[in-house]
């Protein structure tokens, strides 16, 4: 009886035939998605994977590696691959269950802080939390701060109050089942929120990582995108909300301005991402108090 002995290989032997399949598979960054794969496998960071490559893989290490890659090659993305995603100062845990956390949303985050850092404000609810990444990155930043994470989906609340657990916030981050924000003291509360937005019609377009991975229901916003920040919106009116930061998609911004001056905010503004399309709403009530 004869036995096929696989023989370990070299790393950059590897790592190429790996870059090649990628390239054949459309992947946009085949290098990049390799090098943060193979780092994943060998516990090494991908940064350092180019100076790492005159070593021999061994063959547990390359068959993880090519199952890996194998996931790749069917456009699942990188981060669900891994399981985590680093977002500003914090690594969450991800799955299908949830968006993956994106650059862009960073700047959800910074205008969120810029109104906190205001005054007026006695805690933070994130609606939609998906990962909890919002939360935790503001709980991050403002080591006082107070943030309660909302969403509907069961599987996203389990892994927000994971995330919770694991980067060690149960004292000032909390995660639950709501609709919105009915049911919660909204007194002098800011609201931040990346909800869907992305229109019906134009699910079909995105990249496929998006449309046959990402949850759908995180990211359709109804025929004009803006189904769930409406909602949202009409939960506000009428409240003593202090302030509300929402991420739009790039045709929303006078939209969603003329929404929330209805629901009564008085001082609105649209924040440009790094690419320069309008990416964040914010909006303050101006609130008087008795003398």
């Known amino acids: 009886v ?3 002995v696989k023989r370990a290989r070299g790393t950059a032997e590897v790592r190429r035939l790996a870059i090649r399949r990628l390239i054949d598979a459309g992947v946009e960054s085949p290098v990049l998605d390799a ?37 790749r090659v069917f456009r699942e993305p990188v981060a669900y691959i891994t399981g985590t995603k680093a977002f500003r100062r914090v690594e969450v845990g991800v799955s299908t269950d949830v968006l993956i956390p994106r650059p862009e949303t960073e700047l959800l985050v910074e205008s969120a802080m810029n109104i906190l850092d205001s005054g007026g404000c006695s805690y933070v609810i994130d609606v939609g939390t998906g990962s909890g ?7 991050d930043e403002r080591r006082t701060l107070q943030v309660v994470g909302v969403d509907r989906s069961y599987g996203a609340v389990r892994l927000a109050s994971w995330n919770v657990r694991r980067l060690g916030f149960c004292d000032r981050v909390y995660s639950c089942l709501a609709d919105g924000v009915q049911g919660f003291d909204l007194c002098d509360v800011l609201v931040v929120a990346n909800l869907p937005y992305i229109r019906s019609g134009d699910i079909e377009l995105l990249q496929p990582e998006i449309r046959y991975w ?36 790039a045709n929303h911004g ?15 503004d649209v924040h440009r991402d790094f690419s320069g399309f309008p990416r964040v709403v914010t909006a303050q009530r101006t609130i008087s108090t008795p003398v």
């Open 254 to 268: 006078p939209e969603v301005v003329r929404l929330l001056q209805l629901a009564g905010f008085d001082r609105t």
């Open 133 to 139: 990444a919002i939360a935790l990155a503001l709980a």
């Open 35 to 71: 090098n943060v794969l193979l780092g994943f496998v060998t516990q090494t960071s991908a940064a350092e994977i180019p100076i790492h490559l005159d070593g021999v893989l061994d063959v547990e290490a390359e068959q993880e590696f090519e199952a890996a890659i194998n996931r």
């Open 214 to 249: 990402e949850p759908i229901s995180a990211l359709d916003g109804g025929p004009d995108g803006l189904l769930e920040i409406r909602k949202l919106i009409d939960q506000l009116g009428g409240s003593m909300v202090r302030g509300v930061v929402l991420e739009i998609g």
């Open 2 to 4: 004869w036995r096929v």
